[in-house]
């Protein structure tokens, strides 16, 4: 349904307010779901303090910057991007009111809409190729750059006031998703300082900043999307999860992002606290090396997906908040696979599989870490069940700070996770040969040729069915072993309302206070 | 006099040493570390080019020397240096991260040394006896409970259950003295162990010294009882406890970072956990400096106080 009332629709009618108005339409649905029951109609004013882990003393306002969620929420609340992810991490137009491409889909026509900065000025093309001129700077490292990558910025200039025609390196059908890449927030043309009073076209105003302790804003009453309910928001940072939770319940703050499942099942149908389950938010999975022995043998990256009983690793490594994988990225968001069937556990078939690659008494050495929840405890829970298939797993704990950076390319096997982005993102930061993060080193170059004929098909229908041998590929003989989608946990204060449920970490949805009342 | 006065300035520059050590030991381990700021920076996306732009954006492509040289050089004209995370001076970190810190530790003191005192002398009055032996198991007790779950503990019953106090600093910031309240619980836990150290120390030294030679001729000599324990017993006693009282000092430090985190206090605890973390050397450095010479500064103290009490004891140390 979500698919054929997206962006697909949209662009297929070309009838920008149309498009606009339905969207405008789902996120008031969205709205309503809120998380209390009840809600009733929006009530303005009040201030909302919002808890998140932080950067502590070294935070910084600069949106480009943003890297933790804290920042992202903080951005989020103060800028604007052209497009965002809807729930099903499809792009939804924001400050973009429409976008179009030529016909070989290398160049693309994007018209902004009337929105206005905090100091009055109008949004201009001039400040979004600033903002991605900035991004795209090659002595800086700003994370948006490898996202932004496909955009030839020289080439790209702006039309008008408010038109700005995008020239790609190449063919890029999933263009929207560049637009609403983490961190590429639109700034005023030739902004650079941030922590002074700093200016965004965002849903609310600056206020204060005290670096790794508060955030203060208020309402943005221009706000091209009509005001927030709420007067101020204030984002405080709780590194402790504790602190985050005793701070709800003793009504310190009204929102603390990020809890434990075993807080949310203490907690969820008191009434003390409402918690919010934002599903389809991590994928968890085992990452298989697939240029090296012994998972250079397809036989044994099959066998390593029948070893896995998901159910047992959901309960046990994310104490069952989640749900099981399919060894697909992206269960829930668009273009998923959603028609295979779903794999269990086949210890039988698992162990003739392995005999056949001659691979019977096979020993591995399994990667993992605290720097993230149910890493470890996946680790053990998966060396027993490998146990069972004759499989000996090592566990082999390594470093927080270093671990992302550390298996990318050593080891075998280790524990990987990753936030909500479009399957289309996974697919070209990960799985393919230029791949800057390919952590299986999943190298193919049929597989490439597939991508590129995904992003040279105008058609979505037909885009949707190169995704779908590109999945189904992946599913039989992928290096990855999802095995899980951790459910992201929020708790919230009662009085809090307008809480959108559906939305993933990272998507539009998320994190978004301007829709949030306190009744 | 003289004796004291190269006595403070053997110290002194003892101190400078342990101070200078510890930085050059901080900077190693640093660099001992897997990954570096770099790295730790990128987390979940550790795009090799990404990583070399951040790393040449924050200088670590520079060898370790030439970094350390920078930075040492930068001290000697009372420059910390700038964070490699935010590019903010460190000196900005540190003082903004004292404020909490210090109030915590003055506070803590400030109570710890009257109670651990009483409590101590109280003990040995009484020694053997039932409130001896009571208090003495309490001590061990509370002794034995890491400060993490003790701070929970409180905080449940106190903050959430009986709502007397709020459970979290969250929000207030530095400005913690305008909110009394929210000190009650931070420096309950902070005080909860050295008072039980301390006050334990007090009472073996009273008991100790009321059973010595010197105090019984005091009380054959007919001096009064309370006489006999302020100014003869006491002052032996007190030796040791003060310098137990310095070393309690550092170790708040440990106890303030579990205690900043647990109630969201933005102190030195928190900025010294961030800046770890992120692999942030020169404010981990800064830090360092700043603890060295405030643990050389407190332990000269007390060996000061110490050899004023008891100056054969200094002999020893």
């Not at chain 1, 600033?130 to 955009?151: G, M, Q």
């Not at chain 1, 998703?177 to 043309?189: K, R």
Request: proline letters at 5%.
């Amino acid at each position: 349904m979500r698919d054929s009332w997206g962006r697909r629709g949209f662009l297929a009618a070309g009838a920008a307010s149309l498009g606009a108005l339905a969207l405008t339409g789902c996120g008031g649905d969205d709205g309503g779901k809120s998380a209390g029951s009840g809600g009733g109609s929006p009530k303005r004013g009040g201030r909302l303090r919002a808890a998140f882990a932080g950067g502590g003393a070294s935070e910084n306002l600069d949106p480009h910057l943003a890297n933790l969620f804290g920042d992202a929420a903080r951005a989020k609340a103060q800028y604007d991007k052209l497009a965002d992810y809807g729930a099903d991490l499809s792009a939804q137009p924001r400050l973009a009111a429409k976008w179009e491409p030529n016909k070989t889909l290398d160049r693309w026509q994007v018209t902004l809409r009337e929105a206005e900065f905090h100091d009055g000025r109008p949004v201009t093309a001039q400040d979004v190729l600033y903002s991605y001129r900035r991004i795209a700077d090659p002595a800086k490292a700003f994370r948006a750059k490898a996202s932004l990558e496909p955009i030839d910025l020289t080439a790209s200039r702006a039309t008008g006031a408010r038109t700005i025609e995008f020239v790609l390196k190449r063919p890029t059908a999933e263009f929207p998703n560049v637009l609403a890449a983490f961190g590429a927030y639109i700034v005023p043309d030739k902004a650079a300082d941030f922590d002074k009073r700093p200016v965004g076209s965002g849903p609310f105003r600056f206020v204060s900043f005290a670096p790794g302790r508060s955030a203060v804003f208020r309402r943005n009453d221009a706000y091209w999307e009509g005001a927030p309910h709420l007067d101020e928001l204030e984002f405080v940072v709780a590194n402790e999860e504790s602190a985050r939770v005793n701070a709800l319940l003793g009504g310190q703050i009204e929102y603390a992002h990020e809890l434990n499942p075993t807080t949310a099942r203490a907690h969820e149908g008191h009434g003390q606290i409402e918690i919010v389950r934002l599903r389809g938010s991590a994928m968890q999975a085992f990452a298989m090396k697939t240029d090296r022995p012994p998972f250079d043998d397809p036989r044994v990256r099959q066998a390593f997906f029948l070893i896995a009983d998901r159910q047992e690793l959901v309960n046990g490594a994310l104490s069952g908040a989640g749900v099981v994988g399919n060894d697909l990225f992206g269960k829930g968001y668009e273009y998923y696979a959603a028609d295979l069937p779903q794999r269990a556990q086949d210890l039988a078939k698992a162990r003739a599989l392995l005999k056949a690659a001659g691979a019977s008494d096979l020993k591995v050495t399994l990667d993992t870490s605290e720097v993230a929840a149910g890493f470890t405890e996946a680790a053990g829970i998966f060396r027993d069940q490998a146990k069972q298939a004759g499989v000996t797993v090592e566990v082999r704990v390594g470093s927080k700070d270093s671990y992302w950076s550390d298996i990318l390319d050593s080891g075998v096997l280790a524990c990987y996770r990753s936030g909500a982005m479009p399957i289309e993102a996974h697919i070209s930061q990960r799985l393919l040969t230029d791949s800057t993060t390919n952590a299986t080193h999943w190298r193919h170059k049929d597989f490439d040729a597939q991508y590129q004929q995904a992003q040279s098909t105008a058609d979505p229908a037909q885009r949707a069915a190169v995704y779908a041998r590109m999945q189904r590929r992946l599913y039989t003989e992928g290096g990855f072993l999802v095995w899980g989608f951790a459910d992201w946990i929020i708790g919230t204060g009662r009085q809090v309302k307008g809480v959108d449920t559906k939305a993933p970490a990272n998507t539009l949805g998320w994190a978004r206070f301007d829709k949030v009342w306190l009744a | 006099m003289t004796f004291l006065g190269s006595f403070v300035v053997r110290r002194l520059l003892l101190g400078v040493a342990q101070t200078v050590a510890v930085v050059l030991l901080v900077f190693a381990l640093t660099e001992a570390l897997p990954g570096d700021a770099a790295v730790a920076l990128a987390g979940d996306q550790p795009d090799p080019a990404r990583i070399a732009a951040i790393r040449e954006a924050m200088h670590l492509d520079q060898p370790a020397g030439e970094r350390l040289l920078t930075w040492a050089g930068g001290l000697l004209h009372g420059d910390l240096g700038t964070s490699l995370v935010s590019g903010r001076p460190v000196a900005t970190y540190l003082s903004e991260g004292f404020g909490p810190t210090l109030l915590l530790a003055a506070l803590t003191l400030a109570l710890l040394i009257p109670a651990g005192f009483g409590l101590g002398v109280l003990m040995a009055r009484h020694e053997g006896g039932l409130l001896d032996r009571l208090a003495s198991s309490v001590t061990l007790g509370v002794y034995a409970v890491p400060e993490f779950a003790l701070g929970v503990l409180l905080v449940t019953v106190f903050a959430l259950r009986l709502d007397w106090l709020p459970p979290t600093a969250v929000g207030y910031g530095t400005d913690l003295l305008a909110h009394p309240a929210v000190l009650v619980l931070p420096v309950l836990v902070l005080l909860a162990r050295p008072v039980c150290s301390l006050s334990r120390l007090v009472r073996a030294g009273m008991v100790e010294a009321l059973a010595s030679p010197y105090v019984a001729q005091a009380r054959r000599y007919g001096v009064p009882e309370a006489r006999v324990r302020y100014l003869h017993a006491l002052p032996n006693a007190l030796a040791p406890a003060v310098q137990q009282l310095a070393r309690t000092v550092d170790w708040l430090l440990c106890g303030v970072i579990v205690v900043e985190a647990l109630f969201v206090v933005p102190g030195l605890g928190t900025v010294l956990l961030n800046a770890v973390s992120e692999r942030d050397v020169p404010v981990v450095q800064g830090l360092a400096v700043v603890f060295g010479v405030l643990t050389v500064v407190l332990n000269l103290g007390a060996d000061l106080v110490a050899h004023r009490f008891a100056p054969r004891a200094e002999v020893a140390a």
